[in-house]
Each structure stands twice: as structure tokens, then as C-alpha cells.
């Protein structure tokens, strides 16, 4: 029984090793050549608490998990029914318990999949220093058929620092469980050929930080919040290698006005938070706007509102990074569509914050962010911050920041420049930057920061489009993975649809929408909102053809390919 795409789930308490054993089990598929797609789930605790480790392997790229687990491995069924409902199990899955831990789970057994107790502690202590959490790694290689030799390599590279002790107990508890697996029920075993490309083992946030250091950054102000702080710990010395500076502000206000300084000050310059962090930016966001002072925001969104579930993904800030400042502020607005793609679209929006003079708020989530994938090498991209520098006038001519130009964008001076003094604050002003109130200044001022987003030609990359038909999903952020495999499982079941993952949210883009949804007949929206932002977005700026209806839920529960053809099969 062989599959091109296998899906385990590891659980237990804190310090049992649940979250090792994934972080290895995909290592090691990719140390042997696979591709692979690793989420995790714990508790709100500060420390210890339940956790479990999602893992998808496959032989060509993946972008979400499917729609069960084959097995699920409980190293102890500490606070496992918190995740039951998370990790959906059927009739063919298999659950390993350890005998030592006490009965199944009334929740687990409920999904009826099979059962197989495996006293794992006990196995473990065959070997001195062994541990259980490795003989479920032995398990789990030797039930998908991932070689042995692979898990070594990565034991020796993650324990390289222990003793020779160490590794050599780890090998010798992942072989018993290799051992143990002989004995055990079938599952579906990995196996189909693996593309020689080049491939990558990062996370979203990591990608984030990448394509921010390749946009130009090289200022960082933030304050650390769940699930973005790891876009910070990997800039921190990666930035420093460059000469840039990352900066731990005290607070959220605090890091958002500092980038606003760094930014007026010549440095392109970004802050990285989440949600909460986000609403308490958004009039320092305002005054960027308004004084035209490029800066870029990654918020990597997780549920809400108020403190919501830190540690759990949704899509409910795009109101708040769409309409969330006060007045008319036109801003830009773009969402990565993969692990991968938060290095593109992060680049891309520091090159169009730095571009059009504005704010840029580029919108991850926890499933992205803290997402390990094994994917092919991301492509370069040719986008890096680009500034309209203002130099030195002539004699007898003025320097207007703010004059009025066809593109909307006027050169911005870099303080000390000699005869480009002006004013840059939260006021409206004339074209000079000197504060007025004059109506005829103000309605100028609006619609120059509203031309220079709406004349702006965005090229290719405003969305993600895949597949032909009548039948439309249209999607973005992290819900573009189950949406992308949905359409090539209707595809395979013979209805042709067509994929549209939008990565910029604002502005609109009316009429590439509208061509690229040319011929339409039926419209399902996919998000991961519980009163359905996205659709209400699309029905405010666009006009979508056809019978539309809807596909959202909030978090935690991610949306899944079979809820997606679902709904297109059963239309009705």
C-alpha cells in the first residue's frame, strides 16, 4: 500500500519530546529527498503544557495538510482530547498509544480508527538514555518507510553538540521502533519519485525576514508577540551581518514610531507583530501615511479579538489592516499565499512601500509563520527598495515635498540636505509641507496619495491564479494551499475550475479580477474568518460574476481540501 502523500500527528506534554519528534521526522524526509509540511499546536501555557506536531510528507511540493491523519502517535495522552478535534482521524487511520499511559481517549476513539498499543517508556528503557519520543520515531520511519540511515544523519546533526552517548542512544531507541513497526497494522507507505531539485528547510517567518533583508531593509524596531517573534530572533543577527540594526523597543507604539524615524531618516526600515500589536499601531501607521514616510508592517495573524488564541491561526485581521486607521489613508496592502511566498511578498512590499512613499502591511498568520516546510529553492526576485531621493534645487527654486506630480510621488529629501528643509507631520498640509487647512490643499493632498496606489501598475504579481473553468475558488493567505489541492482533486474527478489567490488586498485590482474570472459561472470565496471579511471585501470593490457563495470558519481549525470540493460537487 503506497501513497505520494503520508500525514502523522505526534502528541504529548510538555518535555515529552512531541515537537523533537517532528522537527526530526521532517528532517530526515528531507535529508531523503522528500517534500514535507510541519505545524504545530500547544497550549497558551508560557511553559510546558500539551503539544503536538502536524506533519504532511510527500513526494512533490505540498502548501497545506490533508484531510486526516494516516497515524497518530501519542507518546502520553496528556490533554490529547484539547487537539482531537484538530487532528481528524478515519477509518483507515492508525493511533499508537503507549500501554503505560492508561486506555484510549474517549474523544480519540470516537473518530474509529484503528488501535495499537505500543509501551514505548518501556522499549526506551532497553537502551540506556533512551528515550520514548525516539522509539516513536523509529515507529513512525519504519511504518511510512523512511530509511534509517536518513534519521541518523539528522540525529548526529541535532545532537552534535552531546555527548557521543546521546547519539548513540537516540539511534539505538529510533531502531527498536523501527522494530516495533514489523509487527504493526499497515498504513500507507511513502513512495514515488522525488524531483532532483533544490530544496529548503524554512519557515514562513524565516522567509519573511529573508525577503525583507533582500527588500532593502535594514532597520528593525519591534516589540516581541506570539506568532511573529521569530521574524525578529531571525533578523536580529542576520541583519547585524549587513550592517543593519535591529532594535527591542518597549512596546508596539514605541517600535512603530521608531521605524517611522528610520525611515524619515533615509533607512528603509519595517516592525513585526501580530494582531493586538497591530491595533495599537494603527495611528503611527496613520502619520506614515499622511506624511508619506515609507515603512512596512508584517502581521502574523492569530485569533481574535483582544488577547483571541496566541497561539492558534486565523485571517480576521484584514479588516484592521484594510480600513483600521482613522480619515481616508491609503495604504498598500498584500498577503503572502505560502511558507515559501512570505519571502516574495514580504520583498515586494518593501519595494512598494519604498516606492509609492507609503505604508505597507504585509499579512501573514500562524500557519504560515511557524509553518516548517520542505520546499523547492524560491525563485529571486528582482524587487528592492527604490526611492525618489530629493536633491540640492536649483537657485531660486523651492523645495515642495509634497508637490503634486502625475504619479503622485514626489521626491522625498534626506534630512541635512542642503535646501530641502520641510515640515513632516500627522497635519494636512500644502505642497511645501507647511500646515494648512485650506480645503483646496487638503482635497489636493487626498488625491495624491490616492493616485499614486491607483495609477501604479502592479504587473503580474497582485495574484496567484492556477487552473481553467467556470468554476472559480478565489482565496488568499494561507488558505490558498487546501484551495490549490482542492482544484487539482476536482480537476481529477473532471470539473475544471480555476484558482484565484489574491496577494494584493489593497488597492483593489477591479479589472485584472475581472478578466481573469472571464467566463465564470460559479464563485466559491474561501477564507479563515468567522464573519467573512474577505467575501465582504471582494463584494465592496468587485464585481464577481456568476452564482457566489461562501466558504469561511475562523480558527483553529484549518479549512481542509475535502470541505472545499464539497461544496463545488454539491453545489445544488
Avoid at 502523500?5 to 530526515?28: E, N, P, R
Avoid at 517534500?35 to 510546558?48: C, F, K, L, N, V
Avoid at 497518530?72 to 482521524?89: C, K, Q, Y
Wanted: one cysteine or more; charged letters at 20%.
Amino acid at each position: 500500500m503506497t501513497t505520494h502523500s503520508v500525514s502523522i500527528s505526534i502528541t504529548g506534554s510538555g518535555g515529552a519530546g512531541a515537537m523533537t519528534t517532528g522537527t526530526m521526522l521532517l528532517d530526515a524526509a528531507s535529508q531523503a529527498g522528500w517534500y514535507g509540511y510541519m505545524t504545530r499546536s500547544s497550549g497558551a501555557q508560557i511553559r510546558g503544557g500539551e503539544a503536538a506536531a502536524m506533519v504532511r510528507l510527500s513526494t512533490s511540493p505540498i502548501n497545506s495538510h490533508d484531510d486526516y491523519y494516516h497515524i497518530l502517535v501519542a507518546i502520553d495522552w496528556d490533554n490529547v482530547g484539547r487537539f482531537a478535534a484538530e487532528i481528524p482521524l478515519s477509518s483507515d487511520s492508525l493511533v499508537i498509544g503507549d500501554l503505560s499511559e492508561g486506555d484510549f481517549p474517549e474523544q480519540i476513539r470516537a473518530m474509529g480508527a484503528r488501535e495499537h498499543g505500543l509501551n514505548m517508556k518501556e522499549l526506551a528503557r532497553q537502551v540506556e538514555g533512551g528515550r520514548a519520543n525516539m522509539v516513536a520515531l523509529g515507529v513512525i520511519a519504519g511504518l511510512i518507510g523512511l530509511p534509517e540511515d536518513s534519521i541518523g544523519q539528522v540525529i548526529e546533526r541535532t545532537l552534535k553538540r552531546k555527548q557521543e552517548k546521546a547519539i548513540s542512544a537516540s539511534k539505538a531507541a529510533v531502531h527498536i521502533g523501527l522494530e516495533a513497526a514489523a509487527g504493526m497494522p499497515q498504513v500507507p507507505r511513502l513512495q514515488g519519485k522525488v524531483a532532483a531539485e533544490e530544496k529548503w528547510s524554512i519557515t514562513g517567518n524565516e522567509a519573511a525576514g529573508l525577503g525583507a533583508i533582500r527588500g532593502g531593509i535594514r532597520f528593525v524596531a519591534a516589540y516581541p508577540i506570539t506568532p511573529g517573534t521569530e521574524v525578529l530572533e531571525w533578523l536580529a543577527p542576520n541583519l547585524a551581518k549587513l550592517g543593519g540594526v535591529l532594535v527591542q523597543a518597549e512596546d508596539e507604539l514605541a517600535s512603530i514610531n521608531q521605524i517611522i524615524g528610520g525611515s524619515y531618516g533615509g533607512v528603509p526600515s519595517l516592525t513585526a507583530t501580530s494582531g493586538p500589536g497591530l491595533a495599537l499601531m494603527t495611528e503611527s501607521i496613520g502619520l506614515a501615511i499622511a506624511s508619506e514616510v515609507p515603512i512596512v508592517v508584517v502581521d502574523v495573524m492569530r485569533g481574535g479579538p483582544s488577547t483571541g488564541i496566541p497561539v492558534k491561526s486565523e485571517q480576521s485581521d484584514l479588516n484592521i489592516a484594510l480600513y483600521g486607521m482613522h480619515g481616508d489613508a491609503p495604504h498598500v496592502v498584500v498577503a503572502a499565499n505560502s511558507v515559501s511566498d512570505c519571502l516574495f511578498t514580504t520583498q515586494w512590499g518593501v519595494y512598494l512601500a519604498e516606492k509609492l512613499q507609503t505604508a505597507a502591511i504585509v499579512l501573514s498568520d500562524q500557519s504560515l509563520g511557524q509553518t516548517r516546510a520542505i520546499v523547492p529553492r524560491p525563485p529571486e526576485s528582482s524587487y528592492v527598495a527604490e526611492r525618489l531621493i530629493a536633491t540640492t534645487p536649483a537657485d531660486n527654486e523651492a523645495y515642495k515635498r509634497y508637490r503634486v506630480t502625475d504619479s503622485g510621488v514626489s521626491p522625498m529629501a534626506i534630512p541635512g540636505t542642503v535646501g530641502c528643509q520641510y515640515t513632516a507631520d500627522g497635519l494636512e498640509h500644502a505642497e511645501s509641507g507647511t500646515p494648512s487647512s485650506s480645503a483646496s490643499d487638503h482635497h489636493k493632498q487626498m488625491d495624491k496619495r490616492q493616485n499614486k496606489l491607483t495609477r501604479f501598475d502592479y504587473g503580474d504579481a497582485w495574484a496567484d491564479i492556477e487552473g481553467e473553468g467556470d468554476v472559480a475558488v478565489i482565496t488568499w493567505g494561507s488558505s490558498m494551499g487546501p484551495s490549490r489541492e482542492a482544484v487539482q482533486r476536482l480537476a481529477e474527478q473532471g470539473i475544471q475550475a480555476k484558482m484565484v489567490s489574491i496577494r494584493l488586498l489593497s488597492p483593489a485590482q477591479p479589472e485584472k479580477l475581472a478578466k481573469a474570472l472571464a467566463g465564470v459561472r460559479r464563485t466559491l470565496v474561501v477564507e479563515q474568518t468567522h464573519s467573512g471579511q474577505f467575501h465582504h471585501m471582494l463584494r465592496a470593490h468587485y464585481d464577481l460574476p456568476g452564482e457566489v457563495r461562501a466558504l469561511h470558519k475562523p480558527g483553529p481549525l484549518p479549512i481542509r481540501p475535502n470541505q472545499i470540493v464539497e461544496r463545488i460537487v454539491n453545489w445544488g
